[in-house]
């Protein structure tokens, strides 16, 4: 299911290879659902 939207996390998400990542990634919270979709994230700087 690798799209551009995904070209980054496809390494991460994709692929029979990547069973471990994906059960890490479910133990933390993320559903199936959660790995179909593009990633996004907030972040922030400390000064």
């Known amino acids: 299911m690798t ?3 995904k070209r980054h996390s496809s ?3 994709d692929g ?3 069973a ?3 059960a ?3 133990a933390v919270g993320f559903t199936d659902d959660d790995l179909r979709r593009p990633p996004t994230c907030a972040g922030w ?3």
């Open 3 to 5: 799209d551009n939207l």
């Open 11 to 13: 390494a991460i998400t």
């Open 16 to 18: 029979a290879s990547r």
């Open 20 to 22: 471990p990542a994906r």
């Open 24 to 26: 890490m990634l479910k």
């Open 45 to 47: 700087r400390r000064k």
